[in-house]
Nanobody
């Protein structure tokens, strides 16, 4: 089992940057695919980015490709999401999630463990 805690959210202006962090407990962190999802008010939770377990292959939603970068440090049990050139439409609660599966999924239903979320608000 793994527990996840997100941090780094906040209120920023359009064009600004934020770095979200996801800290995980447990000694088997490297066995999990880690994903970031976001949920805006009144909308479904959607995929943002994911990173594979050891090869560190990265996957992104089209809406964030070129602006966001996901990375992980298995020695520190952390995953980060660097968000640049933020837009008002990036406003949402951001969640990190862990998946024990073999492949990298963009579906929230695949992920087994979730953090509590961190709010990101981008003002225009």
């Amino acid at each position: 089992q793994v527990q996840l805690v997100e941090s780094g959210g906040g209120l920023v202006q359009t064009g600004a940057s934020l770095r979200l962090s996801c800290a995980a407990s447990g000694r088997t962190f490297s066995n999990y695919v880690i994903g970031w999802f976001r949920q805006a008010p009144g909308k479904e939770r959607v995929f943002v980015a994911a990173i594979s377990r050891n090869v560190f292959r990265q996957y992104y939603a089209d809406s964030v490709k070129g602006r966001f970068t996901i990375s992980r440090d298995n020695a520190k049990n952390t995953v980060s999401l660097q968000m640049n050139s933020l837009k008002p439409e990036d406003t949402a609660v951001y969640y990190c999630a862990a998946d024990r599966g073999l492949g990298v999924s963009t579906s929230s239903t695949t992920y087994d463990y979730w953090g509590q979320g961190t709010q990101v608000t981008v003002s225009s």
